[in-house]
């Protein structure tokens, strides 16, 4: 199907990352939980299934802020299918690693001892396969092997408090690096060929049952990750690698001092003078993922938020401007039309809206931003056109019922006058404005559909604890909610 054609037609879609799914031994992942769910999506008429970023996160957790802009995260492998291939040998999920590892640490000494028992039980085509892998993603996965096992040996700690030689990427220290650390190198190799190996196959089960799989690209990349460290010419660092400027936003609806990512900012002369080369290839890798794409805080192709390095918070931070409209050509003329999404919130202007609407991309309507204004507030659905994506709510609000329990007794009252008095109760009420909307495509937080309170938010802007956490368990999602939802997408024509 052509990449357009993707986001013109009326959809409805579900949004939960792979972590949320449900798993009796941690965190959710791509095993047979993972088809489930493509089942029940399929089962009640949800087209599209949206998950957060999916690379490999520091130790907060979060997905937008990872050590790969193209690696997978290896946290994400079903454990249960190597043992259905013998590439692990005892059933009770026990090795010879120490019993008080942690999760992360364990499932990483399991795909180790895996990868042994790969290499000399494999199929033939199997292993003809991992040297394809390794061969055809070489232009990231070398790099971000040898980072992979460079940042293990130094503690984790990040490339830029590495000894000079191996910060600044000397040529023979690096080759002698790779040789002593082949074992890590190939090891972390053999995990990405698993992870896309396994996503491959659950987007190919996805799609044959008529169900499209929506990514999400954060605009930015951590500071400490192998794109920075690999790739210094593509950020503003100053001559010994560090950050002047960092990323973020001015004080907005989550914050009041704003949000100081602390990402790099892009040096866009680069990027420009290569042919936006690094942006081609990301976005290559991306599509490779998935059918449709989000491009987190769009915004940042046309101007971005600089703050010193040295502001504890993003207020004291200025606009500078960013070539999006050449970068978004060039995209175009190497990847052909792509189904993108553009994550149009916070402080939008008419030069943004231009850059959106000159490359025909659908931006985002927020509900629960909808209430409490004018009239011509762009979030109310009679603002809408049928080229946007329509949510009551993202990973980063409060879930439609916890916003709505924190309202006034005012606020609540002008909400459902907007929506006619409804006899429905929140969060349906909600659901339904969605998909009742012109707007191509809609997405429910999975929060939403079991009716969740405050206790399911996934993330709260601004804060860098307790967040990422939530899963969700077969038992929250009644038949008579599987109904309900059923019900609104055939009504809606979805």
């Given amino acids: 199907m052509k990449a357009n054609h993707l986001l013109n037609h009326r959809?409805?879609?579900?949004?939960?990352?792979?972590?949320?799914?449900?798993?009796?031994?941690?965190?959710?992942?791509?095993?047979?939980?993972?088809?489930?769910?493509?089942?029940?999506?399929?089962?009640?008429?949800?087209?599209?299934?949206?998950?957060?970023?999916?690379?490999?996160?520091?130790?907060?957790?979060?997905?937008?802020?990872?050590?790969?802009?193209?690696?997978?995260?290896?946290?994400?492998?079903?454990?249960?299918?190597?043992l259905n291939k013998d590439w692990l040998q005892n059933k009770g999920f026990k090795c010879q690693c120490e019993c008080n590892l942690s999760l992360?640490?364990?499932?990483?000494?399991?795909?180790?001892?895996?990868?042994?028992?790969?290499?000399?039980?494999?199929?033939?085509?199997?292993?003809?396969?991992?040297?394809?892998?390794?061969?055809?993603?070489?232009?990231?996965?070398d790099d971000f092997a040898l980072f992979s096992a460079l940042r293990e040996d130094f503690a984790e700690k990040s490339w830029n408090q590495w000894p000079d030689e191996f910060k600044n990427r000397d040529p023979l220290a690096l080759k002698k690096a790779?040789?002593?650390?082949?074992?890590?190198?190939?090891?972390?190799?053999?995990?990405?060929?698993?992870?896309?190996?396994?996503?491959?196959?659950?987007?190919?089960?996805?799609?044959?049952?008529?169900?499209?799989?929506?990514?999400?690209?954060?605009?930015?990349?951590?500071y400490d990750s192998v794109d920075v460290w690999a790739n210094r010419d593509v950020f503003k660092l100053n001559v010994n690698g560090d950050m002047s400027v960092v990323a973020g936003v001015p004080p907005d609806y989550f914050s009041e001092t704003g949000q100081?990512?602390?990402?790099?900012?892009?040096?866009?002369?680069?990027?420009?003078?290569?042919?936006?080369?690094?942006?081609?290839?990301?976005?290559?890798?991306?599509?490779e993922l998935f059918d449709i794409l989000r491009i987190d805080h769009f915004r940042g192709f046309e101007a971005a938020w600089e703050i010193a390095a040295d502001e504890e918070t993003a207020?004291?931070?200025?606009?500078?401007?960013?070539?999006?409209?050449?970068?978004?050509?060039?995209?175009?003329?190497?990847?052909?039309d792509m189904p993108l999404v553009a994550e149009d919130l916070g402080v939008i202007t008419e030069e943004v809206e231009t850059l959106r609407d000159n490359f025909d991309l659908p931006g985002m309507k927020i509900l629960q931003f909808s209430f409490g204004d004018s009239p011509q507030n762009p979030y109310l659905p009679h603002n809408y056109d049928k080229n946007t994506v329509v949510y009551t709510g993202t990973h980063d609000?409060?879930?439609?019922?916890?916003?709505?329990?924190?309202?006034?007794?005012?606020?609540?009252?002008?909400?459902?006058?907007?929506?006619?008095?409804?006899?429905?109760?929140?969060?349906?009420?909600?659901?339904?404005?969605?998909?009742?909307?012109?707007?191509?495509?809609?997405?429910?937080?999975?929060?939403?559909?079991?009716?969740?309170?405050?206790?399911?938010?996934?993330n709260t802007p601004g804060t860098i604890t307790g967040n990422w956490q939530w899963q969700f368990t077969w038992e929250q999602l009644t038949l008579n909610k599987a109904t309900k939802l059923k019900n609104i997408i055939a009504m809606f024509a979805r």
Wanted: net charge neutral; charged share 20%; hydrophobic share 40%.
């Fill in 397 to 458: 609000n409060n879930t439609s019922l916890g916003w709505f329990n924190e309202l006034t007794e005012k606020e609540q009252h002008n909400v459902y006058q907007y929506l006619g008095f409804s006899p429905v109760k929140m969060p349906y009420v909600l659901i339904g404005t969605a998909f009742s909307s012109v707007s191509n495509l809609a997405i429910v937080p999975m929060q939403d559909i079991l009716e969740l309170d405050e206790s399911g938010r996934m």
């Fill in 178 to 222: 790779r040789r002593r650390l082949d074992t890590s190198i190939k090891n972390t190799k053999f995990e990405q060929f698993i992870f896309h190996s396994q996503w491959n196959e659950l987007k190919d089960y996805a799609n044959k049952n008529n169900v499209l799989l929506f990514g999400d690209i954060p605009i930015f990349v951590s």
């Fill in 315 to 336: 207020i004291n931070g200025k606009w500078v401007k960013a070539p999006g409209h050449f970068l978004l050509d060039a995209l175009k003329k190497s990847l052909g």
């Fill in 260 to 287: 100081r990512w602390g990402n790099p900012h892009y040096d866009w002369s680069y990027l420009r003078e290569t042919g936006f080369e690094w942006w081609i290839e990301r976005m290559k890798s991306q599509l």
């Fill in 104 to 141: 992360k640490k364990k499932k990483h000494c399991l795909l180790s001892e895996a990868f042994g028992y790969f290499q000399q039980n494999a199929e033939k085509e199997e292993l003809q396969n991992f040297v394809d892998f390794c061969n055809a993603k070489s232009g990231w996965l």
């Fill in 11 to 82: 959809r409805a879609g579900i949004l939960l990352h792979i972590t949320s799914l449900p798993n009796s031994n941690g965190k959710g992942n791509l095993g047979k939980e993972a088809y489930n769910f493509v089942n029940f999506l399929s089962d009640v008429g949800i087209k599209v299934w949206q998950t957060l970023p999916l690379g490999v996160p520091h130790l907060d957790g979060s997905p937008y802020q990872c050590l790969s802009a193209h690696a997978g995260n290896p946290a994400l492998i079903d454990i249960e299918a190597l």
